[in-house]
């Protein structure tokens, strides 16, 4: 199974072809968009593996991002002690949803592939659901 390890958002992932995964929202992004990654830093299999200095040119990803949303809220609570004073803040931080389609070698040959879902499958899923 090939991977890619790309960087976004000031982090690092290491992603694999039909993987759904939480990323630093990413600016002028909307649902059912596609985009791509260049910043591939490393992608390989159990074979070889192919390491950039810093980055591979020419190596590439590509995903949908399949919604723009907000994590759950994380309390910032700050008490200074004796002194009668305290400070209550709440945060949440901006996410994109994204599905790994395909994965690119530096030479533009598809190393990997996510499997299509096509709409048989989708309801025979959903019939399972609500057998349980």
């Known amino acids: 199974m090939s991977y890619a390890v790309i960087q976004t958002g000031g982090k690092q ?3 694999r072809s039909g993987e759904i995964l939480k990323i630093e929202k990413l600016p002028d992004s909307k649902s059912d968009t596609k985009i791509e990654f260049k ?4 992608y390989g ?3 070889a593996i192919e390491i950039g200095a810093p980055t591979v040119k020419g190596a590439k990803v590509e995903a949908n991002i399949l919604k723009n949303s907000k994590n759950r809220t994380i309390l910032v609570f700050k008490k200074r002690r004796r002194q009668n004073s305290r400070r209550k803040n709440g945060h949440r931080q901006q996410y994109s949803m994204i599905k790994i389609n395909k994965i690119f070698s530096k030479d533009g040959k598809v190393l990997s592939e996510a499997e299509k879902v096509s709409e048989t499958s989708k309801k025979e899923v959903a019939e399972k659901k609500t057998s349980k």
Not at 39 to 42: D, G, N, Q, T, V
């Open 13 to 15: 992932y290491k992603v």
């Open 39 to 42: 910043e591939i830093l490393a």
């Open 45 to 47: 299999d159990e074979k």
